[in-house]
């Protein structure tokens, strides 16, 4: 597929006054041919588009499978493929907030008005497609431009397309830049390690198929803190192997979700039953964002519990986890990469309420 050319290098200025910033929202992953699109339409309207990248400082899984610093580099490198100038084009990072959208929104805010410095010159492009567009509504200091560019295609089917050996098919849904990125992360571990739980996943919601309803999991998540350090354990399975979480697990039919609780932390940190976690209970919450889970429809029920201050207590992974260690909280919220699902954003949860 030929790489579309910026219309701003061969066609005259549009009639409407041209912004001096665009901000374009998404999560590009990866970027593909509708994206680039977009971009070359809104640089008709705008003097600098501000690319924000969402789903930044996560951990790769199949939905996010790149970082932000590599979606950055290829809607780059898609875009000077294109003709654009890269003085053209500023780049904010912005990290998920499922429970929080307020955080988000002031995150994207902060990130657009070190590039504007008090500038209300400020456009927002997007396409209100479905329910997952509602955010362009959420800034009603800048005007909206729609965008004209119509197609079916998503970053959903681009990545269905790669992990499932489509390879032709993935080359006429992303520009050459990006598919040659994709062929070299092919290679690798990564890439490795993301399709077999790409199989994983897609055998673990096979065999729910069936179901007369669509299934609705419960589990139950501990979050563990003595001394400014938090339990987590390293998970030994598959999702997310290798990645840092609560200890939990899946609500048995005999037992409360408290019970379940104190059950598996436990089993998955060999914690000695001596320390009586239910007479530490200081809060619980249940989190139940709908795509929390790649697994399917997971709602949980996290509990905190302080073991106040003194010698962290000796630990030992069993059950299905790796490892379990007391991590210092000040590395524990500052390292949402190192986490599976939305862990850190649980712990986060109860460790800034004081």
């Not at 970027?31 to 640089?43: D, I, K, N, S, Y």
């Not at 509504?137 to 089917?157: G, Q």
């Not at 990006?178 to 990564?190: A, I, K, W």
Request: charged content about 25%; overall charge neutral; proline content about 6%.
């Amino acid at each position: 597929m030929t790489t579309p050319r910026d219309p701003a290098l061969a066609s005259p200025p549009p009639a409407r006054r041209r912004r001096t910033f665009g901000v374009y929202i998404g999560r590009f992953e990866p970027p593909h041919q509708a994206h680039l699109l977009v971009m070359l339409e809104a640089l008709q309207s705008v003097q600098k588009l501000i690319v924000v990248i969402g789903s930044a400082r996560a951990a790769r899984n199949t939905k996010n499978p790149f970082t932000a610093e590599e979606r950055q580099d290829l809607i780059a490198a898609m875009l000077r493929g294109a003709g654009v100038a890269r003085s053209r084009v500023l780049f904010v990072h912005v990290r998920d907030y499922f429970y929080n959208e307020s955080l988000w929104l002031s995150e994207v805010q902060r990130g657009v008005a070190e590039y504007t410095r008090g500038s209300s010159d400020v456009a927002l492009i997007g396409h209100l497609k479905d329910e997952s567009s509602y955010y362009l509504r959420s800034f009603p200091a800048w005007e909206f431009i729609p965008t004209h560019v119509v197609s079916p295609l998503s970053a959903t089917d681009v990545r269905r397309a790669y992990f499932e050996d489509r390879l032709e098919d993935v080359r006429g849904m992303v520009p050459p830049t990006v598919h040659s990125f994709l062929e070299t992360f092919r290679q690798g571990s990564d890439y490795a390690e993301l399709r077999a739980e790409y199989d994983y996943l897609r055998e673990y919601r096979a065999a729910w198929a069936t179901a007369p309803y669509p299934p609705v999991f419960v589990t139950a998540d501990a979050v563990i803190t003595r001394s400014g350090h938090v339990l987590v354990v390293r998970r030994a399975g598959r999702p997310g192997r290798g990645r840092l979480a609560m200890p939990g697990g899946f609500l048995e039919t005999h037992e409360t979700l408290l019970a379940c609780c104190v059950r598996e932390a436990h089993e998955e940190t060999g914690l000695s039953e001596a320390v009586h976690l239910a007479g530490q209970l200081r809060a619980q919450a249940v989190f139940d964002y709908p795509d929390r889970s790649l697994r399917g429809r997971t709602v949980t029920h996290a509990f905190h519990f302080d073991l106040g201050i003194g010698q962290l207590p000796t630990l030992r992974a069993a059950s299905d986890a790796a490892e379990a260690f007391w991590m210092p909280l000040s590395d524990a919220l500052a390292g949402p990469d190192l986490f599976f699902e939305d862990h850190h954003a649980i712990i986060e949860h109860f460790l800034m309420r004081g």
